[in-house]
DNA sequence: CCACGATATGAAATCGGTATCACATACTGT
DNA sequence: ACAGTATGTGATACCGATTTCATATCGTGG
């Protein structure tokens, strides 16, 4: 059934159904016409017949790296609380760390899907940023910085530069690093640099060979810490780029007898939930993902708005959250 | 832009755009025009014109109680695994626990906004089964079973079950249960029921006094084994529905002094990533999350080819696996 | 040489809505 | 009483694609 059969069955105009819809400039025994046939025959309008004129579709496109991720759900639920609340819905396109389906689903939005997207990227590429300028709607990324887009981020660089010194003010003297992908701006490279400058400044030199790179995974953040300890290195200090990551080296040195934090302390970033529970309760920092989703949503609501050409970036700050696993006194 | 102006810029007929993206009956030279006229304007088809003639949306709703979990994370990778290659994107709608907007949400997805659905329902109301009936589209439920419906579902009973017997087996006397949300058949009243089999299979009795309800969280997990184990009952074994639920009664009983398992054994349900590295080791039971998504999205599509009337309800297996937390001798 | 199916083509109808427009009516304040 | 505004109305053009249909061209076997 379309609207005009419907129009038909309720006794009014097609432009009457259609406002009742819509602005509602409508007299009341109309509507009362209309929701009784409403009732009646389970007349529901044609989303996309709407688009096609209005130009609305209601729908904002989010662009993921992976789903099962702690940080990256907790973001998605900021993204969904603004959004649900204004009537949009998400459709969530989930690029399983693949660049070739980070592009895809850009071009895929570029096809009047969307009225916005937000992307969490990982690593930015020069395809990318042709394919950002050609986009016909708002976009927000979440995570990174870009220059010339809206971007909230956390201070990745901090956030590694306080937990760091926070264990080098207990007397380590052999730090090891855990870092991600060094082509990821914030959780690589950033994090990796806060690491290096609190090192620096504590009079110690960074050995490459006390720096690994991981994936972001738990069996990941195992092997790593394996091949840290399986050598003459003795780290007394293993800091990590995320929970996850410190979740695994953990694991490894409790299988290997290893005292944390007596003999090697740990550190991590993103205050998973799962870090008080952990075998040692994990010292990690608090980045605000969810505030991050909301903000970032709410950005992108008001650049649908208002389409300024102002382009800002927003960082969150950090917490640290200091728990057993380097509770070590000086 | 739109496809007549595009046409004549690329000086073919609108059918030949149209054929172009579509069934590709077409000559050669006209393919070529088209190629290179693409690349020169940037031109990309209206989506939502197409689905107003096409009545395709290349859409899936999926409704979802929660994003940041990690179970449903995992039944959503599967979901999106199998529709990404099909080329579908995913709708997702997070209904945050809340009944009303699990019916809003299928309210929305009947304006054909989508082909298909799956839902994650937590609860079912006669609401839901009027809602459902009236649905267009072909619908899978997946976690829970509803009659008429093809499900994808764990064995939720028998899982219980078998960890239950695990404990008993190892010489439990007083037996403690936090369960979840009665009305929540397959995580709440299921698993519940596996629970007082496996006590009353050993000769125990199910005493309430030793049941408590408990939400999905871990903070949850904490209070209701506060409350266990601040009066003389002195349980030796818990059984917690979910791991989060377990975490929590972990923590408890830590900071308490309590030793896992030689005083109190655990037993969980989910084999959430973070058993493994949990302060001590986590019995649980391995569920097929991603399977589940998996042949939910594998049904849903074949659905939605055929149309059959025939509703097939899969019900996964599940796998125990044991750690330190049970790992007391008799 | 002609009939016939396969391939190819563009004009126009169509999908199901919304936006515009010209016009009707009711309520203000002066 | 009357101008001016706010409210209410339905016919119709329009959005941007797909699909249908009538027709054209080609190779090929009889």
Redesign the pocket.
């Known amino acids: ?4 059969e ?1 129009a038909k069955e309720a006794g ?8 009742y ?2 602005d509602g ?3 009341e ?2 509507k009362e016409k209309i929701k009784a046939a409403l009732e009646r025959t389970g ?4 989303y996309s ?2 688009t ?3 130009k609305v579709t209601k729908l904002i496109g989010v662009i993921l790296p992976k789903l099962s991720s702690e940080s990256i759900s907790r973001v998605t639920e900021g993204i969904s609380e603004v959004f649900g609340k204004e009537g949009f819905e998400l459709l969530l396109v989930n690029t399983a760390n693949d660049y070739n389906r980070e592009i895809s689903s850009l071009e895929l939005f570029r096809q009047n899907r969307v009225d916005g997207v937000i992307l969490l990227a990982s690593v930015f590429t020069d395809l990318h940023r042709s394919l950002l300028a050609k986009m016909r709607v708002p976009v927000v990324i979440i995570g990174q910085q870009l220059k010339g887009y809206n971007c909230v981020c956390h201070n990745d660089f901090g956030a590694a530069y306080s937990m760091t010194k926070l264990m080098l003010s207990k007397g380590v003297k052999r730090p090891a690093f855990i870092g991600a992908n060094p082509d990821d701006k914030a959780a690589g490279e950033d994090r990796r640099k806060g690491y290096e400058r609190a090192v620096a400044e504590a009079g110690l030199t960074v050995d490459p060979k006390y720096c690994e790179t991981a994936k972001f995974s738990m069996e990941s953040g195992y092997e790593k810490a394996k091949r840290l300890f399986s050598n003459r290195l003795k780290p007394d200090c293993v800091f990590c780029a995320t929970d996850n990551i410190a979740a695994g080296a953990m694991l490894y040195l409790r299988e290997n007898g290893i005292s944390v934090p007596n003999d090697v302390m740990i550190g991590g970033i993103g205050d998973s939930r799962f870090g008080r529970v952990l075998y040692v309760p994990l010292s990690t920092v608090h980045l605000h993902y969810k505030t991050a989703g909301i903000e970032g949503a709410k950005m992108l609501l008001s650049e649908m708005k208002s389409s300024s050409q102002v382009h800002r970036i927003l960082q969150l700050e950090y917490d640290i959250v200091e728990r057993e696993s380097t509770a070590k006194e000086n």
């Not at 009014?12 to 406002?19: C, D, G, P, T």
């Not at 007349?43 to 044609?46: K, N």
């Open positions: 059934m379309n609207i005009s419907f009014v105009s097609v432009s009457a159904v259609s406002r819809f819509n400039y409508l007299a025994d109309k007349y529901v309008p044609s017949a709407r096609v004129r209005s």
